[in-house]
C-alpha cells in the first residue's frame, strides 16, 4: 500500500515537479518507512520551492532527529518557531533534540512553552518531569508524572517513572499496588513503555518479567533502527585475526563508578592479541578520570557529535570485530547503535545489570553465582561466564585521610550500620529490619548517603514511625571519591539492599575493608553483591533470604571478635584475592573473547 502510494506521488511530481506539496508528501511517507536519507532529500526539495514555510522545517528537523543528529534538528525547529512560534509541537520536538544533546535546563523551557499553547498534552508534561528529573528537581518531576497520568491515564511509561521517582524519594505510600499495576502492565499491554532499568529495581519482579520488560522496550524502540540493519547490511570478515579488535561503548567514560571498575582493565588488555578502541557519547568533564580512560585505549573516539547511524559505520569501517555495550538501558543510554549492528559479535556487560531482551545483543557477560546455565531462558543473550565474577576493579582507586568519626556527624561510641546504596533501591521490607537492628541496640545507628532532601525527610518520618528516632539516622554527604572510600572505614557493618544490591559500591567497600552483608535473590541484580563477596573470600556474608539476613546482622554485633577478624581479613588479603586481581580478570575476559571469536568464525 505505502510503496504504491509512493509511486503515485512519483509520477505527480514528474507532472508537476513545481508544487512543493508533493515533495512533502513523499518525504512523510519516505520517513514513516524509516528511510530517512530519502525523506530529507524530498523535504529539502519542498522547501526550496516553499522557502521558509514552518511545517516543511519542522518535518527537517523531525527527520535529522530520527538520524540521530539532534544538533541539526534544533536548528531546523528553530527556524520553524521564527517563522511560526504557536506550533506546540515544534516547542516540544525541540525539548526532545536538546534533552537528546544534555542540555535539561532549556529542554525544559521548551517543553513549558509548548504547555502554555497546549496545557492538556500528556507527552509534554511527561517528557517535563524527565528532564525536571535530570536536574535534581523530582518533586516537580512528580508533579509532571501525575498530571501526564491525570490527563492520560494509559501513558504507562509516565506510570513507571513516576513510581521510580517515588523509590528515589522513599515515599512508600501504596508502594505493594503500585508495584502489581506495573507488573500487570508488562504482562498483558506489550506496547507500553515500561523502563526495564526501572523495573529492575521493582520489589517481586521475576527474571522471566524482566526479560518481557526489555524485549517490549526493544520492540517499541528499536524496531526502526534494527531494519536500518537490514537495509545497511553490514558485511564482516570472518576468520582468524593477528589482533581482535575491541569496541568499548559508553556514556560514563569520566568521574564515575565505570572509571573505578574498568581504566586498569583497558589499560592492561594484551596489546598482542588486541586492539582496544573507546566510543564515548558522554560529555568530557575535563577530569583526570577522564584523561586517563582516553589514554587507556589505542584508539578513544568521541562519537557524541555524530548520529547513531554515523556511529554504526564509523564502528564498521573501524573494523571492530567486537562490541561491547557498557551502559545498557541506563540513562543516556545509545543502545541504538547496537541494533543497527555495525560488528559481528556485540554483548551487553556491567552497566545494565539484566537481559537486554534484543536480537542485536549476542552474549551477557555474567558468572556463576549471578547467574547458571538454568537460567538460560530468562535471558535472550546467551550467557558468557568468567570463573571469578563479573565484575573488573581498578586497584588504583584513591583512598584519602580516615576522618575522624566526629568529623562525619557519627557518634564516638555505639554500632554503625551504614548502607551507601542509592535511595531508590531501600524497600520497606530492608528497612524495617534496619529498624529493628537499630531498636535492639542502643546506641547504634544507620549511616545513609544523602540522594536528596526528599528521600531524608521521608526516612526520618519511617523511622519515627517505626519508634525509632531520627536523628539515629546520619546522612552522609556526598563527597569526592577518596574522602567517600576513607569515611567508610568508620563503620562497622554495610547493609546491602534486595531486589537491587550494591554494585560498584559493594566492591568499594570492600576496597577499604568494610565488610558487606547482603541477601541474594533470584534476579541479576539481586546476586550481584553475593558474587562480589565469593570473590572476596567472604561467602559467610551471604544470604538468601530476608530473615536469615537480620539473624547473620545480629550475630555480627553479638560477636565483635567476628566482625573484627572480617576486617582483617578484607584488608589482608585485598591484594591476593580474585575481586581486585585486575591482571588475571583481563586474562580471562580476553579467553572469553576468543572464545566467542572461535565460535563465531566456526
Keep these: 500500500m505505502t510503496q504504491s502510494a509512493i509511486e503515485r506521488l512519483r509520477h505527480a511530481i514528474r507532472r508537476s515537479p513545481q508544487d512543493p506539496a508533493l515533495y512533502y508528501e513523499l518525504g512523510s511517507l519516505l520517513l514513516a518507512q524509516g528511510r530517512s536519507e530519502d525523506a530529507l532529500e524530498n523535504y529539502r526539495q519542498a522547501l526550496s520551492l516553499a522557502p521558509g514555510h514552518p511545517q516543511i522545517l519542522l518535518q527537517i528537523g523531525n527527520t535529522f532527529a530520527a538520524m540521530g543528529q539532534y544538533q541539526e534538528a534544533i536548528g531546523q525547529f528553530q527556524a520553524s518557531l521564527k517563522a511560526d512560534s504557536t506550533d506546540a509541537a515544534t516547542h516540544f520536538n525541540l525539548g526532545n533534540a536538546l534533552r537528546e544533546l544534555g542540555r535539561p535546563e532549556q529542554a525544559a523551557n521548551a517543553y513549558r512553552a509548548a504547555l502554555r499553547l497546549n496545557p492538556q498534552d500528556a507527552d509534554t508534561h511527561n517528557n517535563l518531569g524527565n528532564v ?215 554483548v551487553n556487560w556491567l552497566g545494565f545489570p539484566g537481559t537486554m531482551g534484543a536480537p542485536f545483543a549476542d552474549y551477557l557477560i555474567s558468572d556463576r553465582f549471578i547467574t547458571s546455565e538454568s537460567d538460560a531462558e530468562d535471558y535472550s543473550e546467551q550467557l558468557a561466564f568468567l570463573p571469578d565474577t563479573y565484575q573488573p576493579n581498578d586497584r588504583q582507586r584513591p583512598v584519602g585521610a580516615v576522618p575522624t568519626r566526629a568529623e562525619c556527624g557519627l557518634p564516638e561510641h555505639g554500632f554503625v550500620f551504614c548502607s551507601f546504596n542509592q535511595t531508590f533501591k531501600i524497600t520497606p521490607q530492608v528497612f524495617d529490619i534496619w529498624m529493628k537492628l537499630l531498636s535492639d541496640h542502643d546506641g547504634s545507628v544507620l549511616w545513609l548517603l544523602e540522594c536528596n532532601i526528599w528521600a531524608r525527610t521521608h526516612l526520618q518520618h519511617e523511622a519515627q514511625a517505626r519508634g525509632i528516632a531520627p536523628e539515629r539516622l546520619i546522612f552522609a554527604p556526598r563527597a569526592p571519591i577518596d574522602r567517600h572510600l576513607a569515611r567508610q572505614q568508620l563503620a562497622d557493618l554495610f547493609l546491602d539492599t534486595l531486589p537491587y544490591n550494591a554494585h560498584t559500591t559493594t566492591s568499594d567497600a570492600l576496597w577499604v575493608g568494610l565488610p558487606v552483608l547482603t541477601c541474594a535473590g533470584e534476579t541479576f541484580a539481586s546476586r550481584v553483591a553475593g558474587s562480589l563477596l565469593h570473590a572476596a573470600g567472604v561467602p559467610e556474608l551471604v544470604t538468601y533470604d530476608l530473615q536469615a539476613y537480620e539473624n547473620k546482622a545480629r550475630e555480627l554485633v553479638a560477636h565483635p571478635a567476628e566482625l573484627a577478624r572480617l576486617k582483617t581479613l578484607l584488608k589482608s588479603s585485598r591484594d591476593r584475592m580474585p575481586l581486585f586481581d585486575t591482571e588475571r580478570f583481563a586474562r580471562h575476559l580476553e579467553h572469553l573473547y576468543q572464545d566467542m571469536w572461535q565460535r563465531w568464525i566456526a
Design 132 to 346: 525536571l528529573r535530570e536536574t535534581g528537581k523530582l518533586d516537580e518531576a512528580i508533579a509532571c508524572y501525575r498530571e501526564a497520568l491525570r490527563l492520560n491515564p494509559k501513558l504507562h511509561h509516565a506510570r513507571m517513572h513516576l513510581l521510580h521517582q517515588r523509590q528515589h524519594i522513599c515515599d512508600w505510600e501504596g508502594l505493594d499496588a503500585a508495584v502489581e499495576e506495573i507488573r500487570h502492565i508488562v504482562r498483558e499491554e506489550p506496547r507500553a513503555q515500561i523502563s526495564p532499568f526501572a523495573f529492575l529495581a521493582l520489589p517481586g519482579t521475576t527474571a522471566a518479567e524482566q526479560r518481557l520488560c526489555a524485549e517490549h522496550w526493544v520492540a517499541n524502540r528499536y524496531r526502526r533502527l534494527m531494519e536500518d540493519a537490514q537495509r545497511l547490511n553490514f558485511s564482516f570478515q570472518r576468520g582468524p585475526r593477528s589482533k581482535l579488535r575491541i569496541g568499548y561503548l559508553s556514556g560514563d567514560f569520566r568521574l564515575h563508578p565505570l572509571a573505578f571498575l574498568t581504566t586498569e582493565l583497558f589499560e592492561l588488555h594484551d596489546r598482542n592479541q588486541f586492539e582496544i578502541h573507546g566510543y564515548s557519547y558522554g560529555a568530557d568533564d575535563q577530569t583526570p578520570e577522564r584523561r586517563r580512560l582516553e589514554q587507556s585505549f589505542d584508539v578513544f573516539h568521541d562519537i557524541r557529535p555524530i548520529s547513531q547511524h554515523e556511529a554504526a559505520r564509523q564502528m564498521h569501517e573501524d573494523g571492530i570485530d567486537i562490541l561491547v555495550d557498557l551502559t545498557g538501558f541506563t540513562q543516556t543510554s545509545r543502545t541504538g547503535i547496537l541494533a543497527v549492528r555495525p560488528a559481528p559479535i556485540q
